[in-house]
């Protein structure tokens, strides 16, 4: 297995590029089963999910093609049993129910595996199906969900949590083919959800709502290809604006959405740093003093989950004491233990992480656990004293397209050894 090599202390200085969603890109894909006719999706990252996806939409029949970011893809006749051996690498393999219910009336999917942060249910997609009236069967690791036909229908997806983005994406992939009005209380409002919709509508699709708490579908009797521009990628922009946080003498994010960051820039600028933004860029400089936060994760318009684990990074070395909760994902923590290892103080207190900052953290080998935890400790080795080991880089490659390539640019001094 690769490993990365991060040897710390270099300042980040230059322009980095940010790559196409892949929270985004991935139900998009999944919706171009919902027509016969070829769609092309421009802007989709190089990365190892994206490429369990492709090979997901192959093994169902698709046609894929695929050229230096763009794809097209043509669902022609397809299969609705999606092959466990590829399913289980990847939760959002999940998101091809919604498509193939839709147009098929039939889909199987083996119950997902992907990121080992605590306990991911589906429940909600499947009330959510069943009230368009499929019924759903669970039997041998495998999700089963049949419909003579779907009928439109007043669907909440709240939860304790929040609501689901996933979830949100899959029941509206479902109700785009429904006969009859489909109305989702309590969806998710990520700029995820809204760029699937954009996509569906610019198949035919119609839908209203999306970015809000209500969407209504009208159920329509079929779609047609359509070409569509992958947002960028939020997530990935936030992780780079935490490195230049930790490092940086002034970095700039180029081809960024920066309204789809200010959860992430507002508790940057509040713990000190100075951050521009133009329409699709944005620059962040350090301030003259580093402050403590406290930081809750909620779903959007609030703070990501997706970046907790980058700002526990930050915070690690961030004088004073910061409390960051997490409310999404209550286990999500699988970073403190390896950021421990590196010196940092940091209690956990349930789903509170209580962090008093340190001077210094120092290289150490340490495991990566999942996608964003595996950043995190990338960002922690670059203000590290001496080489962090990072092991089971195979997380990273899931989510960050040539992070150590993207950060060697900007100066950082990171190696790849392969396995
Ligand atoms: C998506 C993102 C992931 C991000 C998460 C929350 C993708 C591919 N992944 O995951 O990076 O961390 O949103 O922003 O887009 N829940 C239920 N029942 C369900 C579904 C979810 O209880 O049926 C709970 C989850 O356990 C969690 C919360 O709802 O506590 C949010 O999960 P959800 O929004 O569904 O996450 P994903 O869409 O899987």
């Known amino acids: 297995m690769d490993k990365i090599l991060v040897h710390g202390g270099r300042r980040l200085r230059g322009t980095v590029k940010i790559s196409g969603s892949k929270n985004s890109a991935l139900p998009i894909l999944a919706a171009t089963l919902l027509t016969r006719e070829p769609c092309t999706i421009s802007r989709v990252p190089d990365l190892s999910d994206i490429h369990y996806m492709l090979t997901i939409l192959s093994e169902l029949g698709c046609e894929v093609e695929r050229a230096s970011g763009t794809v097209q893809i043509r669902a022609g006749k397809i299969l609705t049993h999606a092959p466990y051996e590829i399913v289980r690498k990847m939760r959002a393999s999940v998101c091809i129910l919604g498509p193939l219910l839709g147009r098929e009336h039939d889909a199987t999917v083996s119950l997902p595996g992907g990121c080992v942060i605590g306990d991911r249910p589906i429940d909600l997609h499947l009330r959510g199906f069943e009230a368009l009236g499929a019924v759903v069967r669970v039997s041998g690791g495998n999700v089963k969900v049949l419909a003579d036909r779907l009928r439109g229908a007043r669907i909440s997806l709240r939860s304790k949590f929040g609501s689901t983005v996933l979830g949100t994406g899959n029941v509206m992939m479902a109700a785009v083919l429904a006969d009859g009005v489909t109305t ?3 969806a998710a409002e990520e700029p995820e959800v809204v760029d699937l919709a954009r996509f569906l509508i610019s198949m035919g699709a119609k839908i209203e709502g999306a970015g809000t708490r209500t969407i209504t ?11 569509h521009e992958v947002i960028p990628d939020r997530i990935e922009a936030g992780t780079f604006l935490v490195a230049a ?11 960024v959405e920066p309204r789809h960051l200010e959860a992430v820039s507002a508790p940057l600028r509040e713990a000190g740093f100075e951050i521009t933004s133009h329409s699709s860029s944005m620059t962040l400089q350090p ?16 703070f990501p989950t997706d970046m907790q684990a980058q700002m526990c990074a930050l915070l690690a070395t961030t004088d004073g004491i910061s409390v960051v909760t997490e409310h999404v994902f209550p286990n999500r923590f699988m970073h403190v233990a390896e950021l421990k290892r590196m010196g940092a103080n940091i209690e956990l207190q ?3 992480a209580v962090i008093q900052g340190v001077p210094r953290l120092g290289g150490a080998p340490v495991m990566a656990s999942d996608l964003r935890a595996s950043a995190a400790l990338v960002l922690a080795g670059l203000q590290a004293d001496g080489t962090t080991e990072i092991n089971r880089v195979y ?4 989510g960050y397209e040539s992070i150590d390539e993207k950060l060697n640019e900007l100066g950082a001094s990171i190696e790849r050894v392969k396995a």
């Open 184 to 186: 989702i209380d309590g």
């Open 245 to 255: 946080a930790i490092s940086g003498d002034g970095v700039t994010l180029s081809r």
């Open 217 to 227: 579908i009208e159920g329509v009797k079929e779609l047609h290809g359509a070409e």
């Open 287 to 302: 301030g003259s003093q580093r402050r403590p936060l406290k930081l809750d994760t909620v779903p959007y318009p609030g």
């Open 350 to 352: 349930n789903a509170t």
């Open 395 to 398: 997380h990273i490659d899931r």
